[in-house]
Structure formats: C-alpha cells, structure tokens
C-alpha cells in the first residue's frame, strides 16, 4: 500500500479506535462487561469492513479509475448493508450487549466516514499529472493556446 494510502487509512483508523474505546468505556458503565465486550467487537468490526473497503477503493482507483466513482457509491452502499445484516444477525445474542453493540457500530462508522473524509481533504493529491516544461524529445512544447 502506498504511503499516502497508508496515511489515510491510519487517519481514519485511529479517531474510530478512540471512539470505540469511549463507547466501551461508556458501555461498561451502562450495560457492565457486556456492554464493553459488544462495543470493542462493533469497533473491530468497523474497522475491518471499512479498512478492507477503503483498500478495495484505492485499487479501483489505480486499475480502473473510470469506475472509481460509481465504485466508491456501491461499496458504501454495501459496506452499510452487511453492518445493517451484522446488527441483525446478532439482534439476540447472549455474547455481548446487542445495544451497545449497534450503537457503537453507528459511531464507530460515522466517525470512520468523518476521519476519511478530513484524510481526503487535508491529503495533497495531484489529479493531474505536472507539466515537466519539456517535451519527450527534449524540445520546449509548442503553445497551442490563442497568442494574443
């Protein structure tokens, strides 16, 4: 993974690992040992779809970069669908607190979401690639603008 790809990751990464142990230190307060285990395991989680999902659009970007905006739209479409199915799959559990659970996954993705998009702001990304002052052959490049 490039540097500046690396960089956002851990800039996104970071701030939802903080909310996440806010939201188990405010879960075990709340829901006791439960709560705390429900809301590290929504931050893990978290983490990984978002993690896996950010990794999946800087290869679009590099391979197809035609594709990379409607790529960014479905991934994130899906990334919300399968922690809507995790939420539901484990609506019932006995394993950990299943509120503390979803709200920390909403916090959690909110501040993944938040922390990527300043990343991306804040990030120097050239868009389009510098003019050297030269062409290939070394000569200086004729000027194809109006001259007057």
């Known amino acids: 993974m490039p540097s500046n790809d690396a960089r956002i990751l851990a ?8 909310v996440g ?3 188990a230190v405010i879960s075990a307060v709340v829901a006791g040992g439960e709560g705390a285990i429900g ?3 929504a931050t ?22 035609h594709l990379f905006q409607a790529m960014g739209l479905m991934l994130y479409a899906a990334q919300i669908l399968l922690l809507f199915i995790f939420v539901a799959a ?24 938040g922390a990527q998009t300043r990343a991306h ?6 868009y389009v690639e510098p003019d050297s ?5 070394g000569d200086k490049p004729e000027k194809t603008g109006h001259s007057s």
């Open 21 to 23: 142990a806010v939201a």
């Open 44 to 65: 893990l989680v978290v983490i990984l779809f978002m993690g896996i999902g950010l990794y999946v659009l800087q290869r679009t970007a590099k391979s197809l970069p």
């Open 11 to 18: 800039q996104a990464a970071v701030p939802t690992a903080a």
């Open 133 to 137: 002052g030269t062409s290939a052959n």
């Open 121 to 126: 702001m804040k990030s120097k990304i050239l």
């Open 90 to 113: 484990f609506k019932h559990t006995t394993l950990f607190n299943p509120r503390a659970f979803a709200l920390t996954l909403v916090a959690g993705t909110l501040a993944w979401i």
């Open 39 to 41: 809301a590290v395991v």
